[in-house]
Nanobody, 122 residues
């Protein structure tokens, strides 16, 4: 049974940082691309970033430079480091596994975490 468990969300002031984690089990993590998505209230879920099995990374253009995706294959975990957070980064952040990618495009796989809330507020 595949499980993706996100953690690390919370309340942060504008300009602050958070690091999200996604621990995976039940999949061959090393061979899976991993993605982070987010969904703000009243908006569609959008891709934040993805990382290939080989460690190549891609980001939503508007987030490049502030967010960093990484993975630790020994821990079956992917991370999303978020810096210089803004009000508009407030959303539920979801981890995704097993997606397909080509160049800078990522199509989500079937496996999703439960989401972790990130709230940027003063």
């Amino acid at each position: 049974q595949v499980q993706l468990v996100e953690s690390g969300g919370g309340l942060v002031e504008p300009g602050g940082s958070l690091r999200l984690s996604c621990a995976a089990s039940g999949i061959n993590f090393n061979f899976n691309a991993m993605g982070w998505y987010r969904q703000a209230p009243g908006k569609e879920r959008e891709l934040v970033a993805f990382i290939t099995s080989g460690g190549a990374t891609n980001y939503a253009y508007s987030l490049k430079g502030r967010f960093t995706i990484s993975r630790d294959n020994a821990k079956n975990t992917t991370y999303l480091q978020m810096n210089s957070l803004k009000f508009e980064d407030t959303a539920v952040y979801y981890c995704n596994a097993g997606g397909r990618y080509r160049d800078t495009r990522y199509s989500p796989g079937d496996y999703w975490g439960q989401g972790t809330q990130v709230t940027v507020s003063s």
